[in-house]
C-alpha cells in the first residue's frame, strides 16, 4: 500500500489518522492494521461479519467477465462521466470496489492520483490491490462510517453497490463527484427472464434519490446501454458474480446449459452523477 493511499484512511477504532510503517498502519494510539501478503488492510471493527460479502467464486466470476470485455463500454462511460465533472484536486475512491475494474480506469484518466478500492469481501480486496500501481484496498462496511479522512476524495464511484450518502458527502472534497451507476429494469433482460433471477426494484431510482438526497444534489444522468453475445460460460461468470449468485438454485447449470447457444441480452444501466447540495 502506498504512502499516498494509506494518508487517506483513518483507525477505525479511534479515528485517528493511519500511517504506514513496518508491514502494517498504525494511528497515534497505537491501533495496529497489519498490512495481508496481497497488500490490502483488513479495517472492519473488531474484525466484523462479512458472512455476508461476496465469496471468492463470485469475485472470481467478476474478473472473468471483465477481463473477456464484457463489462468494458460501460467502464468507458464511467470514465467519460468522470472527465466531464473535472474533478478538483484528490483522490478516487470506488466503495464497493470488487476487483477494482472500474477504480483502475478512471486512475488510469486521471494520470497520478491516489486510488482507494472498498469492499467488504476480503476476496475482492486482495485482487483490487494489485489493480493499479496508484490503488490501495481496504476490507471495510460501506453501510457504516467509512475509516476515511474528510473530504479528501475528487471522486467516489458506487457501481452496483451500496450507496451511503452521508458518508459519501463527507468524504468528498468541495467540488466533486459522486458517479453512481445502477441497474434499469431491462438490464440482463433475457438471462434474467430465462433463469428466473432477481428483478429489478421498481421503486429503486426513488430509494436512490432518498438516500443520497439530503446531502447530495444530481448534477447529471444519462442511461447507458450496451449489447451482450454470451455463450454458456460467460452466462454462468454474469449470473456467478452479481447478487443472484446468492440466491441461484443448484440446477443452475442444467438451465444454462437448456440455452441457446450465444445468448444475446443488453447491460442497461443509469449514471447519474451527484455534488454536494450547497454548491
Known sequence: MRPEVAALLTCPTCGGRLARGDGA???VAGHSFDIARQGYVHLLPGGGDTASADTARMVAARADVFDAGHMAPL????????RSAAP????VADVGAGTGHHLAAVLDALD???GLAIDRSKHAARRAARAHPWAGAIVAD???RLPVRDGVMAVVLSIFAPRHGAEFA??????GTVVVVTPLSDHLDTIVAAL????????????????LGPQL?????REHRHDLALDHGAVAAVVGMGPSAHHVERDLADRIAALPTIVHTQVAVRIACYRHRDL
Open 142 to 144: 460501506a453501510w457504516a
Open 112 to 114: 497520478g492520483r491516489p
Open 88 to 91: 478538483p484536486p484528490g483522490a
Open 196 to 211: 428466473g433471477l432477481l428483478t429489478v426494484d421498481q421503486r429503486k431510482a426513488e430509494r436512490l434519490e432518498r438516500r
Open 25 to 27: 498502519l498504525r494511528c
Open 170 to 175: 463527507r468524504v468528498l472534497a468541495r467540488g
Open 217 to 221: 444534489v444530481t448534477a447529471a444522468a
Open 75 to 82: 467502464t468507458a462511460a464511467v470514465v467519460d462521466e468522470v
